[in-house]
């Protein structure tokens, strides 16, 4: 007896034949038809800024500790993305250090390419040591300040940078033109190796502790011990008004910052023009970026610029020495006292009501809002 097979193999005939071929000519013109579609809304950018990113290790003394920690092209913080608006960013990341690596570009919003958005194990297999990865993504319709720093594991803690995009050629700030512009980081500083840090928080299964310092641009400041001279200054101009560049960067905490007897001007958050809103004081939350305009209209001397915890919770130990740089006018003593900047005590809910209430958008507000429903709408 013949076997019988376990399924039958039916022969086409020459009319399904000819069918198949009218569907798969169908199919693959109908594909080729939507990848159009797509390429057609495809972010191009105007100019093309590349970048060379390279994870290195590098030796580094603060606070009289000396400890290898991960940066990108062995600058701490690292180096600016500068670009404008619609602008294409290309930005190879070659790993030289022993560690996994991804870069993350914390606002971007990625349209068409979210490959390169950087959370490991999200969009992107970590980077390897000894291999190279490639972002690319378009600026679209994006300017004022955000910031790139690692995803995955704690390294963000180092590996972090301003990303600044300037308007369009020819379009204008929508407030007073600043004399000079500087991006001031807010950091938290650890003396010990922040790979090593997560994993002992993730066991302990409690909140992470303080920090050895908090940091503007790298640096502690005099208030901690062994930091006499590693003070971030900037020199200002009597008369002339600056456009400071707020980006929290810190692991965890959220961040109040101030300068001593001068007023802050709020004219962007998170990379988007607000009605300018003066105030005393910020709250930064990591992640947050805020553009602030100072104008140096106090008598010749060196200030403090203050950057100080913020923590509404009860009961969690925190890192509660303040930070300070130094805005320092020409012609001040170089060595003058810096005068104190007043920050709100730690739990000073009221005061970054404030400072949120404050921010409001500079588009006219149009409420209620048509939803848009349809998803090739957002394309364009
Ligand atoms: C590094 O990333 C690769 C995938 O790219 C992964 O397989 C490996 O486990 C990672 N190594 C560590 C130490 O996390
Ligand atoms: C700074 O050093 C002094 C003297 O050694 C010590 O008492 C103090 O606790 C130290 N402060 C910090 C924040 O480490
Ligand atoms: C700052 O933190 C230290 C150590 O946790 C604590 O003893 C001290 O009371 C704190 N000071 C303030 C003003 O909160």
């Not at 569907?23 to 159009?36: G, I, P, Q, V």
Request: proline share 8%.
């Amino acid at each position: 007896m013949q076997p019988t097979p376990p399924f039958s193999l039916s022969v086409p005939s020459k009319m399904t034949k000819v069918v198949t071929t009218l569907n798969y000519l169908w199919l693959s013109l109908l594909l080729y038809a939507l990848n159009m579609h797509v390429m057609a809304f495809w972010p191009g950018g105007r100019s093309t800024r590349f970048y060379d990113f390279k994870v290195q290790t590098m030796r580094t003394t603060k606070l009289c500790n000396t400890q290898d920690i991960v940066t990108i092209n062995g600058m701490y913080p690292g180096p600016v993305v500068y670009a404008q608006e619609d602008d294409r960013v290309i930005v190879r990341l070659t790993n030289e250090s022993p560690y996994n690596a991804t870069i993350h570009w914390h606002g971007v919003r990625q349209r068409l390419s979210c490959w390169s958005d950087g959370p490991s194990y999200i969009t992107q297999c970590p980077v390897q040591p000894g291999q190279t990865f490639t972002y690319e993504f378009t600026l679209i319709q994006q300017k004022g300040t955000l910031f790139w720093h690692a995803h995955i594991s704690w390294i963000r803690g180092t590996v972090h940078g301003a990303i600044v995009i300037y308007p369009k050629t020819g379009v204008p700030y929508p407030f007073q033109y600043p004399y000079e512009e500087h991006i001031i980081i807010l950091g938290e500083y650890w003396l010990r190796d922040l790979r090593q840090l997560e994993q002992a928080v993730l066991a302990s299964g409690g909140g992470p502790p303080p920090a050895n310092a908090f940091t503007i641009n790298g640096h502690p400041g005099p208030n901690y011990n062994c930091s006499n001279n590693d003070v971030y200054k900037i020199d200002v101009v009597p008369g002339k008004t600056y456009l400071l560049r707020l980006i929290n960067a810190g692991l965890n905490m959220e961040s109040f910052f101030a300068i001593a007897n001068h007023k802050l001007t709020i004219v962007e958050a998170d990379a988007e023009y607000i009605k300018p809103f003066t105030t005393d004081r910020v709250m930064l939350g990591p992640g947050q970026t805020l553009n602030v305009l100072v104008t140096a209209n106090q008598p010749i001397g060196r200030y403090s610029m203050a950057m100080g915890p913020y923590m509404s919770a009860r009961n969690v130990p925190f890192q509660n020495i303040t930070s300070i740089a130094y805005f320092q006018y020409l012609g001040a003593m170089p060595n003058s006292i810096a005068l104190p900047a007043p920050l709100p005590v730690f739990n000073d809910n009221l005061a970054v009501k404030t400072v949120m209430d404050g921010l409001k958008s500079l588009n006219p507000a149009q409420i209620p809002k048509r939803l848009i429903k349809t998803f090739s709408s957002l394309l364009v």
